[in-house]
């Protein structure tokens, strides 16, 4: 009899391949796909996850394209023993989680994780996020999850709001730019109008007053732990808006206080 793989070692290569032909059949963005893996896993990267992870997300993207996830007779074809763990059996949904997932699913949370990162809503669950959508286009759920006419819709109702009421200033997309590049251009436009919105309220301290970004690319990098903008990686940025959207958050509710 064949020993099983080990499931706490690296993804194979043949199931990082697997990933990737199934994203290029979702059409996934590397942005999106990355938001994917990370809401699977908790990892940013294909290369970073282990063969267990490796293989919950190949099922994951194989519902998504349609095709019936693998039943795994052997860790070497999907990565997940043929009994599962009861450490990596699926845990009940958190209070205010939704099955918020297709290919749009992941990009449509990331954006409303900065609204509430932006201090334009309160509540950051998936409920929240299905009723906004729900209110905002008529399209009920979970059809802009599956539908690109709809899921545009929800996403460019949700992108414009967040222009309106937490001022970002979203960037248009260059030609010439990687999904790489252009998703890091999103993301500082996102801690850019946090920072500014601090500023407004005067919760942080800017060494020159007309050139207040200055200030803001000191506190990143330190936040970050990196020389310069350039060294950042996806998961960077996150820790820095999640940082800042922790003092914005704060900074509003004491504003708000009689």
Known sequence: MTAAAPTSGPASSRQIGAMHALKARLGLDDAA?????????GQRSARALTGAQAGVVIDHLKVLSGQRPNVPRTAFESG????????LAPEPLAKGALTIDGPYGAKLRALWIAAHDLGVVRDRTDVALVRFVERQTKIAHPRWLRDAADAMKAIE??????????????PARDKQQTNEQHAAEVKRAVIT??????????????????????????????VAG??????????????????????????LA?????
Request: charged share 25%; proline share 7%; aromatic share 10%.
């Open 33 to 41: 796909y990355r938001d994917l893996i990370e809401g699977l896993t």
């Open 80 to 87: 997940l023993p043929a009994t599962l763990p009861a450490s």
């Open 157 to 170: 109702a949700l992108k414009g709001w967040i222009a309106r009421e937490g001022g970002v200033d979203w």
């Open 193 to 222: 109008a946090q920072w500014l919105g601090l500023v407004k309220l005067g919760a942080v301290r800017v060494y020159i007053a007309a050139r207040p970004l200055e200030s803001l690319d000191g506190y990143a990098l330190k």
């Open 226 to 251: 990196r020389p310069g903008w350039a060294q950042f990686q996806p998961h960077d940025y996150a820790v820095v808006q999640a940082a800042l959207g922790r003092k914005l958050r704060k900074a």
């Open 254 to 258: 004491g504003r708000a206080k009689p």
